[in-house]
């Protein structure tokens, strides 16, 4: 398996570090809102790297964190508190708030047939970790209070921007709108562990702690979870592209200060997805939901469909147009597969089909090329001298990484059709008929889409046109 490795910035050989079990930590959602379709594209990447090592054989454990407390709207110590800004926008608690964006999450996800992490930590599960964690860091001189904060002092740490490769120099001199001068830290990058004093006098998520009543800061969590849970060394931690100069970065400084080792070999980033206005957000332009998707009317698998033809490493551009041409492809696709599922007879699976396994074990070896792997099933279901029972079988096989649900059919839904509509149907299927004839391919496929986008699939048999209503 080839892997981009950001720490390294290159693509390199996966190799875990122990043949047994391959660790993995995923930040998680900060639960003040729905997740947008942005947050969700992270998510499906980071299913098909968990997904792909299975397929190839690896056993994997895969940790995540929810973040509920400390998580300010810049990464930086800066802005608005995220959860009080949820709990003061729908007049709830902040522990409401939690609770109902997390169970929203886990909703999402579902549909999105992304699998749960085997260990899921609450950020306020761990508060006495955190302590017993800062302790350790005071203890070995990495940290300050400043005005009654506890400090990460980040020039204790000379490969501080190894991740990033940032210029703090440069920095320095360079004026940043992002960053807000802080006048308790030394150093503009200087992060906080515990919070005493902040400008949120109404937070009320508060610990005692030997620093005074608080909260943590919002990168503990990460590095505290993950050694629970996974230890003092992973093999691949996963974010967005955004974590890479702060969040990311600040979680190494601690982590290693604490443990005196390496700690993570391969950094994963999936780039972002965008809207027509730039990089998406929860605040600024349309809240692109995975229900709003639903309430016009998508599959939420078609949004799937249209994130894997897309490279986890490249920017995504977002539009509803793109999406129904992803969403036709893959009801085109499923009813394909239908169609060749109810033609299958026992017929022998031979080993044909290892050719095949092959070339999609290797878009997935190829840094996780999804795109390449699905036009491996498309070659599948064209190729004559692999009989329907094969393809079948192969197209489940490669469902355990893609998860399409491509052989999940819904019920027929061609009984409730109105008497008026079949009647359009069949008309339509008719006008194709003569299109094909007249050797007009282009209306002919209109046809056929312009049907598919009300929702009814053509499928072309020697007996004739069958159609099918798929939603
Ligand atoms: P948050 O809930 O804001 O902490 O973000 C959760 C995950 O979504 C993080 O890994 C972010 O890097 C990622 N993310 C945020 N915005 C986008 C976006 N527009 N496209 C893709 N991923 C995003
Ligand atoms: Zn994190």
């Given at each position: 398996?080839?892997?981009y490795n950001t720490l390294t910035r290159t ?147 000379d490969d501080y921007t190894k991740l990033s ?89 601690q982590t290693e200060s604490y443990t005196g ?211």
């Amino acid at each position: 398996m080839k892997l981009y490795n950001t720490l390294t910035r290159t693509i390199e050989d996966f190799k875990p570090l122990d043949e047994n079990q391959v660790k993995i930590y995923t930040c998680g959602p900060t639960v003040y809102n729905f997740a947008h379709i942005g947050n969700l594209r992270m998510y499906i990447h980071e299913d098909i790297l968990v997904k792909s090592l299975e397929y190839l054989g690896y056993n994997v454990k895969r940790v995540m964190n929810i973040t509920d407390v400390g998580h300010l709207e810049s990464d930086a110590d800066d802005g608005e508190d995220k959860m009080l800004k949820g709990a003061k926008r729908e007049n709830k608690t902040v522990w409401e708030i939690s609770q109902f964006y997390t169970d929203a999450f886990f909703a999402d996800i579902e549909k999105l047939n992304i699998k749960k992490a085997d260990v899921i930590g609450k950020a306020t599960d761990y508060i006495n970790d955190y302590i017993e964690f800062i302790k350790v860091l005071e203890n070995k001189g990495f940290t300050y209070v400043s005005n009654g904060n506890v400090y990460f002092d980040i020039t204790k740490r000379d490969d501080y921007t190894k991740l990033s490769g940032m210029d703090l120099e440069q920095l320095k001199t360079a004026s940043r709108e992002d960053v807000t001068e802080d006048i308790n830290k030394k150093n503009p990058q200087d992060f906080v562990l515990w919070f005493t004093k902040s400008k949120f006098e109404n937070q009320a998520m508060k610990w005692d702690s030997p620093w005074g009543v608080g909260y943590p800061g919002w990168h503990l969590e990460c590095s505290v979870i993950s050694l629970k849970n996974l230890g003092e060394q992973m093999d691949i931690h996963c974010g967005g592209v955004d974590h890479i100069p702060v969040h990311h970065t600040n979680e190494i400084a601690q982590t290693e200060s604490y443990t005196g080792k390496e700690w993570v070999k391969y950094w994963w980033h999936g780039e972002f997805l965008i809207d027509n206005e730039g990089k998406m957000s929860k605040s600024s332009g349309e809240f692109l939901t995975l229900s709003l998707l639903e309430r016009k009317g998508f599959d939420p698998l078609s949004y799937r469909y249209f994130i894997l033809n897309s490279h986890y490493r490249k920017q995504l551009a977002f539009s509803f147009d793109s999406l129904k041409s992803a969403e036709n492809a893959y009801f085109k696709l499923k009813s394909r597969i239908k169609a060749i599922n109810q033609n299958k007879e026992n017929q022998q699976i031979s080993d044909n089909v290892n050719k095949y396994k092959i070339d999609f074990k290797e878009c997935l070896e190829d840094d996780l090329n999804t795109a390449n792997a699905i036009t491996v099933l498309y070659d599948i279901l064209k190729d004559d001298d692999l009989n329907n029972n094969e393809k079948i079988y192969l197209a489940e096989d490669f469902d355990r990484v893609l998860s399409l649900d491509l052989l999940k059919f819904k019920e027929d839904k061609n009984d409730d059709v109105h008497e008026d509509e079949v009647k359009y149907i069949e008309e339509m299927i008719l006008k194709r008929q003569n299109a094909k004839k007249e050797k007009n391919f282009q209306l002919a496929d209109s046809i056929r889409a312009q049907l598919l986008e009300n929702g009814i699939a053509l499928e072309d048999t020697r007996q004739g046109v069958n159609w099918k209503k798929i939603k």
